[in-house]
């Protein structure tokens, strides 16, 4: 049977109709919103957009009148920028961190945003629906989480896996990349060195399998905590109101944070192992 679909303002509509929308969950799958020509535009995408703009009139905020000694919002943003490059100057050194510091900051600062962006209420309340048995029904949400939309983060970490190559060949050369992964280490020499190449050319072998497989490992994790994590709130919203949630919710901000923080150290540490030498470490 065809129902009618309605577009509400918010979840109180529903509310004057039952006391509550019924808890459907949030949906697997970013839904589209409209078109521009062929290419569709889904909730996920607006809120990104949003957050990408935030964070732009932020940084212009901040930096629009620069001050010797800094207050207010630059010296919040020079504060972010400079512990987020200690923190990489740690791992990747001096030189790998002024290559490489614009991907893993942004990476950090975007994902965040969004993460506590994603948190805030009617997120999962507004958009187009149905009433069934005297229950809103939302079957189609005008906002989603970035991060709650697996087609986000696997974009993050593909570009990431592009960077990564890019980075590792210039670090090494092609014939240094091939000789990292799959070349007998450890200063052999002789019979040893030729009993070894078989043994290092599958411990190369699984390193492939092991990198190819980051990108899914990646996105996966920031989308399964993200996705599980709104979903609980929406679930606990509906059935308990709107102030139980509030402890879940500083739950979730502290989540939204600590897997933006993985997100950047894990690509971190990959580019490190491949990229960063000791002779480099030593400078």
């Not at 942004?106 to 048995?133: C, D, K, Q, R």
């Not at 570009?159 to 890019?166: K, M, Q």
Request: aromatic fraction near 14%.
């Amino acid at each position: 049977m065809n129902l009618t679909s309605i577009m509400l303002a918010s979840a109180a509509a529903s509310e004057h109709v039952t006391g509550h929308a019924s808890p459907s969950g949030l949906p697997m799958h970013a839904v589209e919103i409209f078109k521009i020509g062929s290419i569709s535009i889904t909730n996920s995408m607006i809120v990104s957009w949003a957050v990408t703009l935030l964070l732009i009139l932020a940084a212009r905020a901040a930096t629009a009148n620069i001050q010797r000694v800094p207050s207010g919002f630059q010296n919040f943003f020079e504060w972010l920028v400079e512990s987020l490059y200690a923190l990489l100057e740690m791992f990747l050194g001096s030189h790998w961190t002024r290559k490489t510091f614009w991907f893993f900051a942004t990476v950090f600062i975007y994902i965040l945003a969004a993460n506590w962006i994603g948190l805030l209420p009617g997120f999962m309340s507004i958009g187009w629906g149905h009433i069934e048995n005297g229950h809103f029904i939302l079957t189609k949400p005008l906002f989603r989480g970035v991060n709650a939309d697996l087609n986000s983060t696997f974009a993050m970490a593909i570009t990431f896996f592009g960077l990564w190559l890019i980075w590792s060949f210039q670090a090494n050369g092609i014939g240094g990349f091939l000789h990292h992964i799959f070349g007998v280490k450890g200063g052999f020499k002789g019979i040893a060195f030729v009993l070894l190449i078989p043994v290092f050319l599958f411990a190369g072998v699984v390193e492939v399998v092991s990198i190819l497989i980051r990108p899914v490992s990646l996105s996966f994790r920031l989308f399964g905590n993200i996705f599980g994590g709104e979903n609980l709130l929406e679930q606990i919203y509906h059935m308990a109101g709107f102030l139980v949630p509030v402890p879940f919710m500083t739950l979730e901000m502290l989540v939204g944070f600590v897997q933006a923080l993985v997100f950047m150290l894990l690509t971190t540490v990959f580019t490190m192992t491949m990229c960063v030498h000791e002779e480099e470490e030593a400078h």
